[in-house]
């Protein structure tokens, strides 16, 4: 039997577009539908067996399903804001130009260095640890073994690797069973690091 729904999608694009250039958090936005829908999201609840604590985080990853909706725009920076403008991607885009250069010529404070690639391999194994638990490290392709001549390791490895040790959380039993029958405990994963990409 399917859970009874809220209509989030509906009410989260409607408050978005009642309140139009301000941003919000995933969980601001859950906060504002339990405190103005509660018989809605009573409803919900009681389709499952959620703690108040559950049902809001629930909520919470619903929404930030949104930035895929094609009225709700999304911020770029943890954490990631959604918000709904009348203005087109590009109008938006100059805007922001606009606003960061006047800014820019505001300050005589020495500008942050722009980064490269190298710069940024850190912040993935950083972000990779804190947000899905997985180590990571960085392949140098310099340090390898070269027999296609010049450039030839170019394309051969990834910037970072990571390893998903899949059964961090599971019980002594479950393990027990995935050593027993052979099962994968760890998922492999590679990266390509690009500061800008051009579609």
């Known amino acids: 039997m399917p859970r009874p729904g809220i209509g989030l999608k509906k009410k989260v694009i409607d408050y978005l577009k009642a309140h139009p250039e301000e941003k919000f958090t995933a969980r601001q936005l859950a906060e504002w539908v ?16 959620y703690t108040d604590t559950e049902f809001l985080n629930q909520l919470v990853a619903e929404i930030g399903q949104c930035r895929q909706y094609a009225d709700v725009k ?3 920076g943890r954490p990631r804001k959604f918000y709904y403008t009348l203005m087109s991607d590009s109008t938006e885009v100059a805007a922001v130009e606009v606003e960061s250069s006047a800014g820019a010529s505001a300050l005589d404070a020495e500008q942050p260095k722009k980064l490269n690639e190298h710069d940024l391999y850190p912040l993935l194994s950083q972000y990779l640890l804190d947000e899905f638990g997985m180590y990571s490290r960085r392949i140098d392709e310099k340090c390898s073994s070269n027999t296609r001549g010049a450039n030839g390791n170019r394309w051969l490895y990834p910037d970072i690797v990571g390893m998903e040790d899949l059964g961090a959380d599971w019980h002594l039993e479950v393990r027990n069973c995935v050593i027993q029958h052979f099962d994968k405990r760890t998922k492999l994963w590679s990266f390509e690091v690009k500061p800008l990409i051009f579609s």
């Open 34 to 49: 339990v405190a103005t829908y509660p018989a809605d999201c009573q409803k919900k609840k009681s389709g499952g067996s």
């Open 74 to 76: 999304t911020t770029e």
